[in-house]
């Protein structure tokens, strides 16, 4: 990222039903939230589409292959949740993500998403298309 | 775990609900499938007690505080999921899971889930109840 | 509604995430969706407020009895989802909502969802409270 | 259903997961757990294949155009709950099920779910093929 880049913000309307009995967001809803944020990355940066046109009309998937998360601080409907969204490690065939949530400025969880590329009608691994890759390469965080 | 005993599995019946276009269970549901789990887990050794009797009934949470997951192969509907489920760190106020999918007897992913004890209607920190540290200790696998 | 109202329209971004093997959003996903148009048009009409603070600030519930739903079209993530979603009769403790979704110009579902006002800490039934009502009134949507 | 015959029962285990921040599983799993009954009801009668099966090797989908339900009584982790599931109404190309769920005896919901057999990979109506007419036909229970 350029010196004072914006970061790209995914943000999400949590509501009653993301919470569990606890009064906040259960914590299977979070990894979700994380990868809404994701496709919300692909959707501003290719044109609007996310995973779903990539599969259907690119014949590209990215499965992922590992996530991991803190979870620092409760998720509730009381603030929007903020989610910054960039990608950190670029491979051959695989992209990493970081993910950080955020609600009233305070970091709620945090979290690592690798993906693959493949040529989604064989699930079958491929370098990361010219394209992609032109379009994460300039937007990489080094951390 | 004593040598030879039996791990603890939790089965789930994967469907058609659970899958995503690439039509193999959509990521965002695997965490869902090994907190599931962990609360069977809980079930099977708190007399039949998931987290919501703990909540209400006990007036202890867990809520997790990191979880990493390793996807190594697709879950699909085509065979039950298995899910063996132990302890394998045991802290004063914090427990991690393991947790291993496996379909017809192949890894599908694996992943470590950490939880801390609180006093479930104040959301403060707590040691571990000396009756779950029972439960516990007892189950912990060395890795 | 006065001739002329706008009337109130919740918009939902249909993901990967919702659809299933077919392509198109899981059955399951589209009372979802209906219900978070109805939660949208509580915080629209409510100060912000949607079923969580209602619950938890102001001690009303309003747990569902019945719903029912029409499925006219696919709906798929090629579209943003536009909920209509406005109240059609008033009873003394209870309330119907009307919600059509409609995906580029397309009508996909439509459907009535009833709900029973209750004093939320006792689950106990209770009319609708004056403030509410008022809301409500000068909304309702003869048909 | 001939007198006697047993009717068939879906059983789900509630949890946690299920529930919303009045402590009761929330609305929006209902039909959730509906669905799963009936795609249950497929998996017994049509040698363990499921709508995932009928899809991908059947080439057989069953998109649904309606469904209506009643919610007679929170449904939460306390017991199993138990769902009686039978086809009601057969049509030249749809079904209907009824889902009745119940927990500790007590009935929770109930619910009349209408689908159309399409040809899966063209998306277009058919007739209701020979061998599932003759499964659905034996086991119709008049209303």
């Known amino acids: 990222m350029k010196m004072g880049a914006k970061p790209f913000v995914h943000q999400i309307n949590v509501t009653w039903a993301d919470c569990d009995p606890a009064r906040i967001a259960y914590t299977g809803r979070l990894p979700y939230f994380a ?4 496709n919300g990355w692909w959707e501003a940066h290719l ?15 990215t499965p992922f292959v590992r996530m991991e998360m803190d979870f620092t601080h409760p998720v509730t409907p009381r603030h929007p949740l903020m989610c910054e969204t960039y990608p950190v490690r670029l491979g051959r065939s695989s992209i990493t993500f970081r993910v950080r949530g955020r609600q009233d400025a305070k970091l709620c969880f945090e979290g690592l998403f690798t993906s693959v590329f493949i ?4 699930f079958k691994s ?7 890759r032109q379009i ?7 951390e």
């Open 136 to 142: 994460l390469e300039g937007r990489i965080v080094a």
């Open 119 to 122: 040529i989604a009608d064989q």
């Open 35 to 38: 990868l809404d944020a994701i």
């Open 47 to 61: 044109g609007g589409d996310g995973w779903y046109q990539m599969e259907l009309d690119r014949n590209v998937g």
């Open 126 to 132: 491929q370098e990361i298309p010219g394209d992609y």
